[in-house]
T-cell receptor, first 114, second 113 residues
Framework: GENVEQHPSTLSVQEGDSAVIKCTYS??????FPWYKQELGKRPQLIID?????GEKKDQRIAVTLNKTAKHFSLHITETQPEDSAVYFC?????????????FGDGTTLTVKP | GAVVSQHPSRVICKSGTSVKIECRSL??????MFWYRQFPKQSLMLMAT?????????EQGVEKDKFLINHASLTLSTLTVTSAHPEDSSFYIC?????????FGPGTRLLVL
């Protein structure tokens, strides 16, 4: 089955700096890669996603890049703010049909210091 | 956007009792829903895939007789933790899929005394 590895497990940055979280996956059939943000005690929220036919996607301060050949994808947050502090999960899904089953990384705890 | 609700949000029960958790997709139909368990500071562990009108598919190591799943309609899946014990205490989250994207419920925090 699919295996997703996520690094680093914890990341601390100063407000205004950039943060980068990296994930690798093993199943070449995976073609959908979402990123979720989870605040303490709350549900994971989709913040951005990318499909395998795209190399990069950006939404304001958040961007995701995908290298399908190397089987890795990354989340980039620029101009970080204290409210960006949360746990971030990457995921990989091997199907683009309805309700594909995702495999999640172990999460990265991001702390943005004011 | 897609909204998923979960009920109850928090439950405390005595050891040996059963607890039912409901997961509903409010504004879309979901033939497939997923149930996860999350321990503090850990990732989401997939327990089972709930399929509307058929049996759930359980992940390796998850006891199907312990965690009963019913997906009776396109908008409702239930997870029943039978004969709960303290080690079952955890945060249980469901998700419902719309195309590839999964939308999560708010979670249920279960504490078994």
């Amino acid at each position: 089955g699919e295996n997703v590895e996520q690094h680093p497990s914890t990341l601390s940055v100063q407000e205004g700096d950039s943060a980068v979280i990296k994930c690798t996956y093993s199943d070449s059939a995976s073609n959908y890669f979402p990123w979720y943000k989870q605040e303490l005690g709350k549900r994971p929220q989709l913040i951005i996603d990318i499909r395998s036919n795209v190399g990069e996607k950006k939404d304001q301060r958040i961007a995701v890049t995908l290298n399908k050949t190397a089987k890795h994808f990354s989340l980039h947050i620029t101009e970080t703010q204290p409210e960006d502090s949360a746990v971030y999960f990457c995921a990989a899904s091997p199907t683009n049909t309805n309700a594909g089953k995702s495999t999640f990384g172990d999460g990265t705890t991001l702390t943005v210091k004011p | 956007g897609a909204v998923v609700s979960q009920h109850p949000s928090r439950v405390i029960c005595k050891s040996g009792t059963s607890v039912k958790i409901e997961c509903r997709s409010l504004d879309f139909q979901a033939t497939t829903m997923f149930w996860y368990r999350q321990f503090p500071k850990q990732s989401l562990m997939l327990m089972a895939t709930s399929n509307e009108g058929s049996k759930a598919t359980y992940e390796q190591g998850v006891e199907k007789d312990k965690f009963l799943i019913n997906h009776a309609s396109l908008t409702l899946s239930t997870l029943t933790v039978t004969s709960a014990h303290p080690e079952d205490s955890s945060f249980y989250i469901c998700s419902a899929g719309q195309q590839e994207t999964q939308y999560f419920g708010p979670g249920t925090r279960l504490l078994v005394l």
